[in-house]
């Protein structure tokens, strides 16, 4: 019997705030236990939560750029259960009018492109950590209360490398927004994974299982991988997949925590605390203004608009930082295939080099603009524009002030070029004479190489090549000739 693997993941993202969702509290990631911890973090009896408008505009801007269609004003509700995480015994969330609903992101698996439906993206407040102990448990609230978004797909990954694609293009999505750093190991982004297998043709849903609160993406794939084996040796037993919460250990095996519950038992109901609030026209349209291009259609524009290749658009749409440094050299009219060839090399290579990030980096767009722009114009070769880059990154200077400096303008005057090859092939009558009688093809690469010392790399090399060859031949006929 086949079985057809079936994937639903739930994405829990904390948002990138100064406060908590409903709390005064800040909201800052740190390793002190109970540091950022107010009043409502800790559910104390009268409390009264106040909601955070900048992540209801992040949670709204998000849904935007997932395609989902957003409510007419935002209205939280309260689940409720009992858990030590919670310490008020309900969590302040959405239900009933989520911040998106009906969305989709496109993703790129292999040269294919991979729709996944959104179910809903809603805003909720984070949960306490618990730290076990053999004989206790420990509570640390600083988490608690911090703005999370859950974006709920569809059943509709197929694959394990179907869904680590949607969380790293997902994960790129929140970072080009700048709602979040979506960083796993400070725990801003978690995954629920939920997956069953049907029999291949049918239309009937298997028995779902979840695994609950994955931080890395690798575990994620060792998580479905290892379900799938499992599920299906059940199903081949003729048994029956119970539906539970698993839990994935170091081991790449999951293990059961606890029968899972459906969502009538949560007994949602509107939050009594926190009246609506409407969504207008107007503020729902500024958001959406805001919002950047994002990963894949800058990916497409690079191979459609400007002609890349996939390794090149690749390289370049990996991350919002790179992409917008490369557009704004684009901005200031330099040549697309210089600025490429710039970009992927001298200063992706320099960064990774110096163990910095891009924005702290000397060379600005603008002063990379002016270099590419020389080399464009052959006022100097794509050699020397590199090491004249390098230098400004040493020296921290302008690059075009070096240029000034030191009068580095690449030599295109033909006549000048003539004058000091003729002085070179004058001053080196041996090599000159090995060309003529000898027909030593190497003499060409000699004279090349002295030209370029001569004018201290400022020659034209292709010009100088061409005249060399010249200069070179005409020799050779007149000694022919005597």
Avoid: W
């Avoid at 001298?346 to 910095?356: D, G, N, Q, R, V």
């Avoid at 090491?387 to 303008?409: G, Q, S």
């Avoid at 010392?453 to 007149?478: C, H, M, T, Y």
Wanted: proline share 4%; hydrophobic share 35%; charged share 30%.
């Amino acid at each position: 019997m086949k079985y057809k693997v079936v994937i639903g993941l739930e994405v829990h993202c904390e948002l990138e705030t100064k406060s908590k969702n409903f709390s005064p509290a800040i909201n800052t990631f740190s390793n002190i236990p109970n540091e950022n911890v107010a009043t409502v973090d800790l559910g104390l009896p009268g409390i009264l939560p106040v909601p955070n408008k900048e992540a209801c505009r992040r949670a709204l801007m998000t849904a935007m750029a997932l395609n989902c269609t957003t409510p007419d004003e935002v209205l939280f509700d309260r689940k409720n259960y009992f858990y030590p995480d919670l310490p008020k015994g309900y969590q302040i969330t959405q239900m009933t009018k989520p911040m998106g609903r009906n969305g989709y992101l496109d993703i790129l698996v292999g040269k294919d492109i991979k729709r996944v439906y959104i179910h809903q993206l809603h805003l909720e407040e984070d949960t306490a950590s618990l730290e076990h102990r053999s004989a206790y448990s420990l509570i640390d609230y600083n988490r608690s209360g911090i703005p999370l978004m859950e974006i709920v797909t569809e059943p509709c990954i197929e694959s394990a490398e179907e869904a680590v694609r949607f969380l790293e293009d997902l994960r790129d999505v929140f970072i080009f927004l700048g709602v979040s750093e979506a960083r796993s190991n400070k725990g801003q982004m978690r995954c629920d994974v939920n997956i069953s297998l049907m029999e291949e043709g049918s239309k009937t849903l298997g028995t779902k299982v979840e695994m609950k609160n994955i931080n890395a993406f690798t575990s994620v794939k060792d998580a479905i991988e290892y379900e799938i084996k499992r599920q299906t040796k059940i199903l081949e037993n003729n048994e029956k997949v119970i539906q539970e919460t698993r839990r994935i250990a170091e081991d790449g095996k999951t293990y059961a925590m606890r029968e899972k519950v459906d969502a009538v038992d949560y007994k949602y109901f509107v939050e009594p605390n926190i009246p609506p609030v409407p969504l207008t026209k107007e503020y729902l349209d500024s958001i959406r203004a805001t919002i950047p291009e994002l990963k894949l259609a800058r990916y497409q524009k690079y191979i459609e608009k400007y002609k890349l290749s996939e390794y090149d658009a690749g390289v370049l749409s990996a991350n919002k930082e790179t992409s917008d440094y490369f557009e704004q050299v684009l901005s200031y009219g330099s040549d697309i295939d210089l600025s490429v060839n710039f970009v992927t090399t001298a200063i992706l290579s320099t960064i990774k080099k110096l163990e910095i990030e891009l924005k702290d980096l000397f060379i600005t767009p603008k002063m990379l603009s002016d270099v590419i722009n020389l080399v464009h114009k052959n006022d100097m070769s794509l050699d020397h524009g590199k090491k004249l880059l390098y230098k400004a990154i040493e020296e921290k200077t302008d690059p075009m002030e070096i240029v000034k400096r030191e009068n580095l303008h690449q030599i295109n005057d033909e006549t000048e070029l003539l004058a000091l090859i003729t002085t070179l092939m004058d001053e080196n009558k041996e090599q000159v004479r090995q060309y003529v009688e000898e027909d030593n093809k190497a003499i060409i690469n000699f004279f090349i190489g002295q030209t370029m010392k001569k004018s201290n790399r400022q020659a034209n090399p292709n010009k100088s090549l061409e005249i060399i060859k010249i200069e070179l031949e005409k020799r050779k006929k007149n000694n022919e000739t005597k």
